[in-house]
Every structure is written in C-alpha cells, then in structure tokens.
C-alpha cells in the first residue's frame, strides 16, 4: 500500500534523526582513534581529582601584594584556563599572599604557561641592538646584517659610543637614554638571566636592558610607548604575505583602541623616518622581545602583527594572554601536587541512580496517566538520553568539558522538563479528540498547537541556563551548562522523533481507533459521537450523564414516531 505524505514526512524525520546519531557516533569514534579519546565523558575536579598548583608572586624586597592585585589576577587566570579547554577548573587565593589553581587531570605545559605567565605586553623603541657578548652590531663578531635583516650596521651607535650624559632625552628613541650606568649594565648584561629576572624588569619610563627569547640579540630599548592594556583583542593565524598567499608561518593579529592606535601611529611615524636599529621597535613580553620587526610604514589603522618562531600552540596561547590582559605582577609556580577527588565515584554512582529513579517514576506516572502512550514516553526519553551523551562525550574530548556532580544534577532535572514537553503534546491531542477529531486529525492539529507551547518554553529554559552559565562561576556553570544542551536535544527529540513516531501509530489500528489502553480513546475523554453530529459534555457534566441523557432522548423520539405511525394508519381506516 502506498504511504501517504504524512507517514513519508513522519519517516524522513526519523531517518533525519537516525544520521545526527550515527554523525555524533562517527565524531566521537574519530576523536577516539586520532586524538587520544574516549567513549566516556570526563569527570571534573569533585569526581576524579587532578592537580592542584600553587602559584607565588614575584616580589622585591619589602614589597607586598595587595587583596586588589589578587583579586584580578584570579579573574585573569580564570579566564585564560577557560579559554584553554579546561572545564570545571577551581582558582582560589590562599593566605592573602598565593594562589591555588586546581585543575581536573594532568595539566599540559601550554596549560602551566598560560597560568603562570604575567604577559606584561610593553611596545618599546630599540635604541641598541647587539650580540648576546658584549660586541654590539656592526662590530666584529656580531650579527651580520647580510643574514640577519634586522640588523644594520650603518646607523648602530656603538658600545662605547656614550652620548653626553647632561644631555635630556626629547623622545624615546633619542640616545640620550643610554647613560654610562645604562652603557655598563649593558656591557655586562647575560642573556640567560631574563627568565630569571621575569616580568617589570624596568619601570615604563626608564630604558630597558633585554635579550630576544632564544637569546640571540640583547638590546637597549627606549621607555615605553605603548602599554599592552591599549590591545582591544588579539587572535592567532597564519601569516598571508604581500602577495596574498597564505604562508605556514603563524603569528598574532591584535588590535587596539582608539588611545593606542593614535599612539602607536605616531610611534611609527617617528620611527619610519630613523635609520638602523632604531628604525626597529621592539614587542617585549614578561622582559623579553619576542620580535623587533622594522618599520617600513606608518601603521595607522591600529592593527599590528606579531611574527616570530611560533607554533599554532604559541601562537594561540599568546594571543589568549594578550586578549584577557597581563597579570598585575609576576607569578612563579612554587607547587604542583596530585590531589584525589573531593567526592568521588560513589557520589557519581548516587546520581545516577537518582537519575534511573526519577526515569522510573516519570515512566510510570506517564503509563498510569496515559496507557499505551506511555511507551512514547519512555522511547523519546531513551532517545533523548543517548543523544545528549553523545553530545557531551563529544564535547568532552574536542572542547574539554568535563562532568562534575552539578553537571549531572543538571541531566537529572533535564529528565522532567524533556517529559514535560510530551504532557504538553499529548494533552493537545487529547484536546483534539474532545472537540471531535479523528485520532489521525488530532496528532497534526494538537502538534501545531503544542509546538509553539514546546518552543517557548525550551527557549525561556535556555536563556535562564546561558545566564546562569555566564554569571556562574565553578560548578556552577557545569549545571547550567547541561542543562542548556539538554533544553536543545528536547527541541530535536520532540520534533524529530515524538511527532514524528505519533503520526505513524495514529495510523496503526490499535491508536487509530481509540483503544481503551491507547490512552486516545474518545469516549473516555468525554467526547460524544451520533452519526455526524457532534455532542460535547458541558461544564460539571460527565460523559456518562450525556450518553444516558441522549439514550433517553433516542427512546422519546421513536416513542414519538411510533404514535405518529399509528395515529396515520387510524386515519385512513376510518375513511
């Protein structure tokens, strides 16, 4: 027999259905076999434990470390773990003076660095560029210009070229800067010291003695110009060239506002006029120049680029610490240890038995409600069950996100909100077969009608989780989180398996003709056929006091016709 157009759309949706699992399945079988996944989500800090790092600040003698300066350092932090992939992470001060980040897992050395890093981000003119030894660039053993092109040698002051030390510097680039002190720390400067140094080597408005960070030039560079905080956004791809082909070579886009664009304009307008090293201007990082390209122009739109020895790891790190700002000081790691989950798997083990329980209940209140429909609810529950594990293994082995005790008390509560969009489905339905309908005609009208009820309410339901989501901090946003991915997969279950499903047994003779145990059956819900007459029971009335009342009407109209039939057939006798 041929299929309708009904039952070719309910099957479409369900084969629609069919390719997101099979899609989700091959995406995590494809993270499983290349990238080190699993078939199972990870647990967060509260389940499987991880590693707990101390962090201690960088301070000079008698300095000391302010709640202020704690405080943003906790919200930069937090920022950049997030940013990192790592999910359910729990940074903390401790004693006013440290910082604890607890992290679910082992941490990887990106992951360390982008803790610990200050990114003090400074832009600063160079005014001396020479070899890691004493020798400065131009002299005899040092970098030669014909394969460094950084370098050029005809406009580098010497070492022991010392300017007039009563003379006042009048920019940032001017020579003055290099007093005698500043020419002997220079003289005697070794590069393997920066890291040791780390970040606010010097003050902003003092000249800076550094190194590039693999060591190869060490530089005397002018006051700062422009200060990281200008940087309005920062972001990591590869570099296109003057041609316009992309390269492999990965670099830092940024992008500053309006302050520092006008600065950074007018340094480089300065700049592009000077000569030698001091046509350079230097991007210096915690101390150290990570690149100290030439000016060849004006940069007036405010969008400069950072080029070095990047890696895609570097490179997103990088601009991940310049996007969420510098750290206001220094932090070293002073520990990292191994710590055991706070409440382990028998807690994991309760709520997913609370889970199974609330399944349970749900089902049998949808079978005591419902009968045979019942059934529709269980299925779409299952469905709905095995795609948002799907989604959350995923997304656990792309994106980081691991599972924590709110998270699945969040799967939990998604259990009665999912069924809540089959009671109102139903109740449509039912609603429809009241009025009249046939059980085929209710399915589609009730469906029209429940829809926008379903749609409204999931999209209240998202927004109440993405606010939380954003608000929250912690565990917190683990359960808004779920929650949120499980309001989506009811919008996608609903619509692509229970309608879908309910148009197909709406055709079926036990659904179709309102059994008893279907949960569809007419009579049962008040509703009252005579040929093609429509009787509805009114307000306070059962149905059985409506049917008895028209068994009554029936008998006092064949009495009727029966007295009317003799009194015609008298008539006629008599004449």
């Known amino acids: 027999m041929a299929r309708t157009t009904t039952e070719r759309k309910a099957i479409r949706s369900l084969v629609w259905l069919l390719v997101i699992i099979i899609a989700l399945i091959a995406a995590n079988g494809a993270s499983v076999l290349f990238n080190n996944g699993q078939w199972t989500p ?67 050395d990106e992951t360390r660095e982008r803790i610990s890093s200050s990114a ?45 030390p009563s003379a006042s510097p009048t920019d940032a680039s001017d020579l003055a800067w290099i007093t005698p002190d500043v020419q002997e720390r220079f003289d005697t400067f070794d590069c393997a010291t920066v890291n040791a140094v780390g970040a606010n080597v010097a003050p902003s408005d003092e000249p800076l003695i550094t190194c590039e960070q693999d060591g190869s030039i060490k530089y005397i560079l002018g006051p700062v110009e422009v200060a990281g905080e200008r940087i309005s956004d920062a972001r990591a791809g590869l570099i296109t060239s003057s041609t316009g082909v992309t390269t492999n070579e990965w670099g830092v886009f940024m992008e500053f506002d309006a302050e520092g664009t006008a600065q950074f304009r007018a340094v480089t307008e300065r700049l592009v006029a000077l000569i030698g090293a001091q046509n350079q201007f230097a991007i210096v990082l915690d101390g150290s120049v990570i690149s ?78 419902y009968r045979a ?76 009608r429940a829809w926008r009820t379903i749609l409204i309410s999931d999209v209240i339901n998202f927004l109440a989780a993405a606010v939380l989501f954003v608000l929250a901090v912690g565990n917190v946003r683990g359960f808004a989180f779920t929650l949120g991915i499980t309001t989506i997969v009811d919008l996608i279950v609903v619509a692509l398996f229970t309608h879908p499903l309910m148009q197909l047994l709406a055709r079926t003779r036990f659904f179709g003709s309102g059994h008893p145990l279907s949960g569809l059956d007419p009579q049962a819900l008040g509703a009252v056929y005579r040929g093609r007459a429509q009787f509805r029971a009114p307000v306070g009335v059962t149905s059985t006091k409506v049917a008895s009342s028209s068994r009554e009407a029936q008998k006092r109209q064949t009495i009727a016709e029966r007295k009317a039939a003799q009194s015609s057939g008298e008539g006629k006798d008599a004449r």
């Open 292 to 369: 100290a390209p030439r000016t060849i122009s004006a940069i007036t739109d405010g969008r400069p680029q950072i080029s070095g020895n990047f890696t895609e790891e570097s490179a997103l790190t990088l601009a991940d610490q310049l996007k969420f700002g510098a750290l206001p000081i220094g932090f070293e790691i002073q520990s990292s240890e191994n710590i055991s989950a706070t409440l382990g798997v028998s807690q994991l083990q309760s709520g997913i038995i609370a889970g199974i329980v609330g399944l349970i209940l749900v089902g049998l209140y949808a079978f005591f409600q």
């Open 42 to 108: 990870k647990l967060a800090l509260d389940l499987e434990g991880g590693t707990q790092i101390t962090l201690s600040p960088q301070l000079s003698s008698g300095e000391a470390v302010t709640p202020e300066q704690l405080e943003r350092a906790v919200a930069i932090i937090r920022q950049r773990v997030d940013a990192s992939g790592v999910s359910e992470a729990e940074i903390n001060t401790q004693g006013n003076q440290n910082i604890v980040v607890s992290i679910p897992g082992e941490p990887d």
């Open 120 to 164: 003090k981000l400074e832009f600063r003119p160079v005014l001396v560029a020479g070899a890691p030894s004493a020798e400065t660039i131009g002299e005899e053993g040092a970098v030669d210009p014909a394969t460094d092109p950084s370098a050029s040698p005809s406009a580098e002051p010497s070492a022991s070229a010392e300017p007039t």
């Open 373 to 448: 429909l019942g059934g529709v609810v269980l299925a779409s529950l299952i469905v709905a069950g095995v795609v948002t594990y799907l989604i959350i293994t995923y997304l656990s082995n792309q994106q980081g996100f691991r599972l924590s005790l709110a998270g699945v008390a969040g799967l939990v509560i998604s259990i009665g909100v999912i069924a809540d969009s089959f009671i109102v489905y139903f109740e449509r339905i039912r609603d429809e077969l009241r009025d009249g309908r046939s059980v085929d005609g209710a399915v589609e009208a009730g469906w029209k």
